[in-house]
DNA sequence: GCCAACGTTGGC
DNA sequence: GCCAACGTTGGC
């Protein structure tokens, strides 16, 4: 199993309504190499839901309930082919502890994250060895 | 509100 | 195909 980090303006989509919505769409990403990401992803991988702009922080996990398939929200032109993807995300449980960008920033262990070198990259992988150092400083027990 | 990073667009 | 201009993201 591949572990991912998914931002989302709290504004825009926030944990709460993850929470509420149970199974929720990915969609809106339209940036290549998050793209990518996306459809690298496997049902039943797990991504932490980070609060971008307002919180910066990790709030809660989230596990693929869908693979890739066309974003609906793409507006496609006549006799193009449809350019982006989306997953669905399913809410696994919030965090107990979210971890914030400064706590993350403060950990040398995690100056490779791809949050703190690419902090314009909406979707990213995470190593199964950072995966685990972040579920510990947030209070994540079941891994 | 500002600014750095960086992806995209469009002129050449 | 290059590169300057521009727009967007996201931290501060």
């Given at each position: 199993?591949?572990?991912?980090?998914?931002?989302?303006?709290?504004?825009?989509?926030?944990?709460?309504?993850?929470?509420?919505?149970?199974?929720?769409?990915?969609?809106?990403?339209?940036?290549?190499?998050?793209?990518?990401?996306?459809?690298?992803?496997?049902?039943?991988?797990?991504?932490?839901?980070?609060?971008?702009?307002?919180?910066?922080?990790?709030?809660?996990?989230?596990?693929?309930?869908?693979?890739?398939?066309?974003?609906?929200?793409?507006?496609?032109?006549?006799?193009?082919?449809?350019?982006?993807?989306c997953v669905d995300m399913r809410a696994v449980g919030a965090v107990p502890a979210p971890v914030t960008l400064a706590a993350?920033?403060?950990?040398?262990?995690?100056?490779?994250?791809?949050?703190?070198?690419?902090?314009?990259?909406?979707?990213?992988?995470?190593?199964?060895?950072?995966?685990?150092?972040?579920?510990?400083?947030?209070?994540?027990?079941?891994?």
């Open positions: 199993m591949a572990y991912w980090l998914v931002k989302s303006e709290p504004d825009a989509f926030s944990w709460d309504q993850q929470v509420a919505n149970g199974t929720e769409p990915w969609t809106g990403v339209r940036n290549a190499l998050a793209a990518k990401h996306l459809r690298a992803m496997r049902a039943g991988d797990r991504a932490f839901f980070y609060h971008s702009n307002l919180g910066k922080e990790i709030v809660g996990v989230v596990e693929v309930a869908r693979e890739a398939y066309p974003d609906p929200t793409e507006e496609v032109a006549q006799g193009k082919a449809p350019r982006w993807c993350i920033k403060a950990e040398p262990a995690l100056a490779e994250l791809a949050l703190i070198r690419q902090s314009r990259l909406s979707v990213m992988p995470v190593s199964q060895e950072h995966w685990v150092l972040l579920c510990r400083m947030g209070g994540w027990a079941a891994g």
